[in-house]
């Protein structure tokens, strides 16, 4: 349950006021504020209007809760950011009820940012937000310049052609970068309508800092996914630039129009890039494939190194494989060489000796589940080195050198539920255990 709030109405009078007044009027409202049980500010906001918001978030003061109604709010192409030396909840009255569409939206804009280069804590949930799910890069929700425990729950982001959420460091900042969680929420359709397995689309992604940052399996400091729905997205959740991501206890589908993309994903350096995925942790989640299509993807690492088990590849549907391996990993840049045959020796490709700058060098997997829809393999291995397209990358990637199926030794998972949902969090504690 959230915690007591105060509700704002319209009178009929209110709503007479010309434009201008009226979100003056809404603007004061949130100012009528008083505080909870727990003694931190609730701050009611009479509009979910992109300008009723901006202004209510920046009068907040430390700390407080900035509450928005139930209502459907079309920003148009307005963007709302947060940067002030704050911390600060923006809480809707729930999924569903309060809606943000941004129809006009510009590409490869967001319609709300949290810059913490200035942001205290922040905290975000119980809205819906709404793309326009066209060929422009819309994005949704974006945190930049490493926000540090943050939380994320209870949202609804759908029809992204960029990013539902992206979670980005400061370039070529300096330690501590991005951590926190994001749980008990939803991202779907996020794809490009016209060409869907092409170009962004990620319910989630999540971009480091371009430094090269050491291993740190099992520690708080990455980004957390947990206890999420994804559906139909063409990357469910993606990384690059030296990013570290935890995905764990999600449910994520594809389907026939999604299904030549992988749902969990991570970026290797790509041709020009300075840096490509650092780590993920990637462990009992259910990718399951909805469709009907000769089989589909699930978990594609291109780079970085990290832990993959206990997930449940499965399928609903009526297809001859379902999902193809239980993990598959290739090389981004440069790529490998063609794939000479069964039984041919693998191959280096001329000018780039092992190891590929960021690929995977340090991966263990294990203790995965897989559910093939016709009861056999298909001739094809639970855990690939050979791209679909054709790529061989046996030389790169080897079995007890640079992967290991079987778990890793003295690896523990951070504590699971994320520390930051339960009664611990003494700034923002709000009962979503």
């Given at each position: 349950?959230?915690?007591s709030?105060?509700?704002?109405?319209?009178?009929?009078?209110?709503a007479?006021?010309?434009?201008?007044?009226?979100?003056?009027?809404?603007?004061?409202?949130?100012?009528?504020?008083?505080?909870?049980?727990?003694?931190?500010?609730?701050?009611?906001?009479?509009?979910?209007?992109?300008?009723?918001?901006?202004?209510a978030?920046?009068?907040?003061?430390?700390?407080?809760?900035?509450?928005?109604?139930?209502?459907?709010?079309?920003?148009?192409?307005?963007?709302?950011?947060?940067?002030?030396?704050?911390?600060?909840?923006?809480?809707?009255?729930?999924?569903?009820?309060t809606?943000?569409?941004?129809?006009?939206?510009?590409?490869?804009?967001?319609?709300?940012?949290?810059?913490?280069?200035?942001?205290?804590?922040v905290?975000?949930?119980?809205?819906?937000?709404?793309?326009?799910?066209?060929?422009?890069?819309?994005?949704?929700?974006?945190?930049?310049?490493?926000?540090?425990?943050?939380?994320?729950?209870?949202?609804?982001?759908?029809?992204?052609?960029?990013?539902a959420?992206?979670?980005?460091?400061?370039?070529?900042?300096?330690?501590?970068?991005s951590r926190?969680v994001?749980?008990?929420?939803?991202?779907?359709?996020?794809?490009?309508?016209?060409?869907?397995?092409?170009?962004?689309?990620?319910?989630?992604?999540?971009?480091?800092?371009?430094n090269v940052?050491?291993?740190?399996?099992?520690?708080?400091?990455?980004?957390?996914?947990?206890?999420?729905?994804?559906?139909?997205?063409?990357?469910?959740?993606?990384?690059?630039?030296?990013?570290?991501?935890?995905?764990r206890?999600?449910?994520?589908?594809?389907t026939?129009?999604?299904?030549?993309?992988?749902?969990?994903?991570?970026?290797?350096?790509?041709?020009?890039?300075?840096?490509?995925?650092?780590?993920?942790?990637?462990?009992?989640?259910?990718?399951?494939?909805?469709?009907?299509?000769?089989?589909?993807?699930?978990?594609?690492?291109?780079?970085?190194?990290?832990?993959?088990?206990?997930?449940?590849?499965?399928?609903?549907?009526?297809?001859?494989?379902?999902?193809?391996?239980?993990?598959?990993?290739v090389?981004?840049?440069p790529?490998?060489?063609?794939?000479?045959?069964?039984?041919?020796?693998?191959?280096?490709?001329?000018?780039?000796?092992?190891p590929?700058?960021?690929?995977?060098?340090q991966?263990w997997?294990?203790d995965?589940?897989?559910?093939?829809?016709?009861?056999?393999?298909?001739?094809?291995?639970?855990?690939?080195v050979?791209?679909?397209?054709?790529?061989d990358?046996?030389?790169y990637?080897?079995?007890?050198?640079?992967?290991?199926?079987?778990?890793?030794?003295?690896?523990?998972?951070?504590?699971?539920?994320?520390?930051?949902?339960?009664?611990?969090?003494?700034?923002?504690?709000?009962?979503?255990?």
């Open positions: 349950m959230h915690n709030r105060i509700n704002t109405t319209r009178t009929g009078a209110l007479a006021l010309p434009a201008i007044a009226l979100l003056a009027v809404l603007a004061i409202s949130a100012a009528l504020a008083a505080p909870d049980s727990s003694g931190r500010q609730v701050l009611g906001v009479g509009s979910c209007a992109a300008a009723a918001v901006q202004q978030i920046n009068d907040a003061p430390d700390g407080a809760i900035v509450e928005l109604p139930a209502g459907n709010c079309d920003w148009g192409s307005t963007a709302v950011t947060y940067a002030r030396d704050r911390s600060i909840w923006l809480r809707g009255a729930g999924i569903g009820n809606v943000i569409r941004r129809t006009g939206a510009s590409g490869n804009s967001f319609a709300l940012t949290f810059d913490c280069s200035q942001a205290n804590r905290e975000l949930s119980d809205i819906t937000f709404i793309g326009r799910h066209t060929s422009t890069l819309d994005g949704g929700v974006r945190l930049t310049n490493s926000c540090r425990d943050f939380k994320l729950h209870d949202l609804h982001l759908s029809g992204f052609t960029a990013s959420l992206e979670v980005r460091d400061t370039s070529f900042g300096t330690a501590p970068y926190g994001v749980y008990d929420s939803r991202f779907d359709s996020c794809f490009n309508p016209g060409s869907p397995s092409n170009g962004e689309g990620y319910g989630i992604v999540v971009y480091g800092s371009h940052v050491p291993l740190d399996l099992g520690s708080a400091e990455a980004v957390f996914i947990e206890d999420n729905h994804f559906e139909e997205n063409r990357h469910s959740i993606a990384s690059n630039y030296s990013s570290r991501y935890v995905a206890h999600n449910t994520l589908i594809t026939n129009t999604t299904r030549n993309t992988s749902m969990i994903d991570a970026h290797g350096r790509q041709n020009g890039s300075d840096r490509g995925s650092r780590s993920w942790e990637v462990y009992q989640n259910h990718l399951i494939y909805r469709g009907n299509q000769y089989w589909a993807d699930g978990i594609a690492m291109r780079g970085g190194d990290g832990v993959i088990w206990g997930n449940l590849i499965d399928f609903d549907g009526d297809t001859e494989i379902g999902i193809a391996y239980s993990a598959q990993l090389i981004e840049e790529q490998c060489p063609d794939y000479p045959g069964d039984g041919q020796p693998p191959a280096q490709v001329p000018g780039s000796p092992y590929v700058p960021d690929q995977t060098t991966a997997i294990w995965n589940a897989h559910v093939w829809a016709d009861g056999n393999a298909n001739g094809y291995d639970e855990l690939r050979t791209d679909y397209g054709g790529w990358c046996r030389f990637i080897q079995e007890d050198r640079d992967y290991h199926l079987g778990p890793k030794p003295g690896y523990q998972p951070y504590t699971y539920p994320h520390p930051l949902r339960g009664s611990t969090d003494t700034i923002f504690a709000d009962g979503f255990d």
